[in-house]
């Protein structure tokens, strides 16, 4: 019968319980999205918005009039989930939707004043989130990390 070793009554440190796992790329890139994530979540959360939302408004200013399906494709995300996501824009007024005329069953959305305006304001808070959340890194490490995973991940097979 295998002995059962005895647990030790020392604390364990919360930065040793991933080594093992600091060469897998795929989990440091978790580790590091969450910290820049929640980061961001945070400045957010007084807007009552999450980042996916914002990332949404900076994609329908730069494609007024995008279709819900493609906004989906562009967030990776089912379209239903852009459904709930476009209506909780409506809500705060960011967002709108309106008829398309070639084909009255469609939509396209667009910012709302309002949405314009608080865009501006969101930018600068993100981007200052960035800043805070990657202080470890100098501007030049700072840019060749995005270079480096913009290059990662739209990579074509």
Known sequence: MAKIPELSDQPVDPAQLDLALD????????????????????RLEPYDLRPAQFTALMIIEQHPGLM?????????????????????????GLAMRVRCKPDKRSYGIFLSKVGEVRLRELKEIALQSDIDSTRSLDRHEREQLIAL?????????
């Open 23 to 42: 060469g897998y790329l795929g989990y440091v890139l978790r580790r590091a999205q969450m910290k820049v994530f929640q980061h961001l979540s945070a």
């Open 149 to 157: 995973l913009r290059k990662l991940y739209r990579e074509t097979r």
């Open 68 to 92: 819900q399906a493609d906004l989906a494709r562009a967030l990776a995300i089912e379209p239903p989930q852009a459904v709930v996501l476009v209506n909780k824009l409506e809500k705060l």
